[in-house]
């Protein structure tokens, strides 16, 4: 079986900095694509960052300049750098890898981490 389990997450005032983590457990070949998505109260899932395994980065608008997202791909290993957090940043951050392969020869799958909760106060 395949994990994906966050962790960094926690209470900040605004301003502040946070990393979040977020290590894949279990038989791993490669992962094409891992990321980081958040959901608000009420609000959908979204974007806020994604890495390739050749290191190329996607960023929200909304997070461009503050939010900085790397992998050590020998660990299996994502991480979020988050700096100058406002309230609008508090929502649950979920982990994701994209593409991932078991074997070399496997077929490709998707998975989720449990979510961890960033709260920003003002």
């Known amino acids: 079986q395949v994990q994906l389990v966050e962790s960094g997450g926690g209470l900040v005032q605004a301003g502040e900095s946070l990393r979040l983590s977020c290590a894949a457990s279990?038989?791993?070949?490669?992962?094409?694509?891992l990321g980081w998505y958040r959901q608000a109260p009420g609000k959908q899932r979204e974007l806020v960052a994604t890495i390739t395994a050749d290191g190329s980065t996607n960023y929200a608008d909304s997070v461009r300049g503050r939010f900085a997202i790397s992998r050590d791909n020998a660990k299996n290993t994502v991480y979020l750098q988050m700096n100058s957090l406002n309230p609008e940043d508090t929502a649950v951050y979920f982990c994701?890898?994209?593409?991932?392969?078991?074997?070399?020869?496997?077929?490709?799958?998707?998975?989720w981490g449990q979510g961890t909760q960033v709260t920003v106060s003002s």
């Open positions: 279990g038989i791993i070949f490669s992962i094409d694509i």
């Open positions: 994701s890898a994209q593409g991932l392969r078991r074997y070399r020869t496997s077929s490709l799958y998707n998975y």
